[in-house]
T-cell receptor, first 110, second 113 residues
Framework: RKEVEQDPGPFNVPEGATVAFNCTYSNSASQSFFWYRQDCRKEPKLLMSVYSSGNEDGRFTAQLNRASQYISLLIRDSKLSDSATYLCVGKVQGAQKLVFGQGTRLTINP | DADVTQTPRNRITKTGKRIMLECSQTKGHDRMYWYRQDPGLGLRLIYYSFDVKDINKGEISDGYSVSRQAQAKFSLSLESAIPNQTALYFC????????????FGPGTRLLVL
């Protein structure tokens, strides 16, 4: 089983819709989580960190559920420019490396 | 100018050839990483380095070697390339103050025939 798992999609949603996807992690020692965004043929870039209390950044909301070991990303009022692959990332406390999920591909349609 | 650069951006080589991918950064970060990305598998860590004298294997280091020539430079070598090393390779950096945010280079597309 992969340490961080995501539904690869693709998710196709109309512009203006709300879309959410989850990511599950298998290592209960994982302490820190992040969402990275990767545009087609580009490098990944940090979108937001995920805090235990949940956090919001504009139209984006990230939540962590430690009991069920999953992280979620919600995008409200989706824009065409939100089309990308979203990578879920975990890190074990004290570990020296990040563990990346395979990514979820999202396409926003006009 | 980009903070993390990679050369070459694209490379086609033949089985058995030695190839080197280079990464340079101007962010002043101590930590540097090499990943490969394959469809359906996501990013996998090959090697990482926390300073010039520190080199560590990642989850898929077999068939690869690295050199940290300076704080700003970290190169990845394939001593004898094989077709299943065809992938998109990314270099990344992070600072010791914020170890968890990694900054990626633009990637190198490698095709091994």
């Amino acid at each position: 089983r992969k340490e961080v798992e995501q539904d690869p999609g693709p998710f196709n949603v109309p512009e203006g819709a709300t879309v959410a996807f989850n990511c599950t992690y298998s290592n209960s020692a994982s302490q820190s989580f992040f969402w990275y965004r990767q545009d087609c043929r580009k490098e990944p870039k940090l979108l937001m960190s995920v805090y235990s209390s949940g956090n919001e950044d504009g139209r984006f909301t990230a939540q962590l559920n430690r009991a069920s070991q999953y992280i979620s990303l919600l995008i409200r009022d989706s824009k065409l420019s939100d089309s990308a692959t979203y990578l879920c990332v975990g890190k074990v406390q004290g570990a020296q490396k990040l563990v990346f999920g395979q990514g979820t591909r999202l396409t926003i349609n006009p | 100018d980009a903070d993390v650069t990679q050369t070459p951006r694209n490379r086609i080589t033949k089985t058995g050839k030695r190839i080197m991918l280079e990464c340079s950064q101007t962010k002043g970060h101590d930590r540097m990483y090499w990943y490969r990305q394959d469809p359906g598998l996501g990013l996998r860590l090959i090697y990482y380095s926390f300073d010039v004298k520190d080199i560590n294997k990642g989850e898929i280091s077999d068939g690869y070697s690295v050199s940290r020539q300076a704080q700003a430079k970290f190169s990845l070598s394939l001593e004898s390339a094989i077709p299943n090393q065809t992938a998109l390779y990314f270099c990344a950096t992070s600072g010791s103050a914020d170890q968890e945010t990694q900054y990626f280079g633009p990637g190198t597309r490698l095709l091994v025939l």
